[in-house]
């Protein structure tokens, strides 16, 4: 804090006339002794203009003292020596302290009503009738119906090798033996040979002589015929076979390859009920490898036919809800009956 009073600017300045009201001797009176004791307080309080040195006495007039470097040069005799201003500084330090609590908030909760007891939902459980299962209700958790689900129980396509046959010992030597295959026309689409005694097994991938698969829906027989020394035959007849649907694998592709006429009602593109099963192992098939592309295709003997473009959008249709494929990305048409015959066949390209 700076508590000084220049009290010599302060008379320096031009000090107002007290307004006097006309009559008022009692105000004169008391203005001029106040003016006269503030001059005095002045003349009191002003420092000494020189000083003389300590323990010398003082002779004749004051010499003048020896102005400081720097310093302002004293004021000579006979001028007139402004005052030094009177000021003071007082200075001080708080000692006061302000002391800051934090409070911890206040909860009025009760733990009860936040955490539900570890038993009381027990407790309305075992009060609880215990409902008891009926036939209804097994079956219907039992009941699988997905579209991602496969269903092994439902009868295997036929995939290489297609016939294993199993020859059983002779009395007469072999020389050499031959296993043929033949179709409906009598013609023989393939020879399988060995010498000596005939092998506990033989069997046949389903391939012709050049190497294609046989057809489905084609009606197939076979033999099997031991040579003697002298070269006579004995023949041992095989069991005809057919088979409705194929699968086998070429060049990294899946093939299933079904007979239209085994799949579908005869002039109608309704599936044959004695078909569903081996169209719902298809299906399977198609789940297995639904990361890749799937193709459709419908061979018949115009590609124009309007029956054949209803059995193609029926077998899209069925692919799409079964596997959930959009139909849009399967890809279908219908070819013209080549030499595999009138089939409907699925292509995968796994991935």
Partial sequence: MNGSVDFVNLLSKRLPSPRRKPGSRLFSLLWIPAFAGMTAFLFLVSPIDAAQPKGKKQQGAASPAKAAPGAAPAPQSGQAQEPTPLSETIKGEVKEQLEIKKQPPSIELEVKDIVESGTARTDEVLQQAKPIPSDADFDHYSAVNSKQVMQPWNPLIPEPPLVSFYPGLSNIPAKKWEFRVSDQKGEIVKVVKGKGVPPKEVQWDGKNE??????????????????????????????????????????????????????????????????????????????????????????????????????????????????????????????????????????????
């Fill in 210 to 351: 050049r190497g294609a698969f046989i057809t489905v829906g084609t009606l197939y027989s076979y033999q099997f015929l031991t040579f003697d020394e002298n070269g006579n035959a004995q023949t041992f007849p095989g069991e005809p076979f057919q088979i409705d649907a194929l699968k086998y694998k070429q060049k990294g592709k899946i093939f299933v390859e079904f007979a239209i006429p085994r799949l579908f009602v005869k002039d109608q593109s309704v599936m044959s009920p004695s078909m569903e099963g081996l169209w719902a192992r298809a299906l399977d098939v198609v789940r297995e490898n639904s990361n890749g592309t799937v193709t459709v295709e419908v061979y018949s003997e115009s590609v124009k036919s309007p029956l054949a473009e209803e059995r193609r959008q029926v077998l899209v249709g069925s692919i799409s809800d079964a596997t959930a494929i959009p139909a849009v990305d399967i890809r279908h048409s219908v070819e013209k009956v080549i030499d595999r015959g009138e089939i409907a066949r699925l292509i995968l390209q796994p991935r």
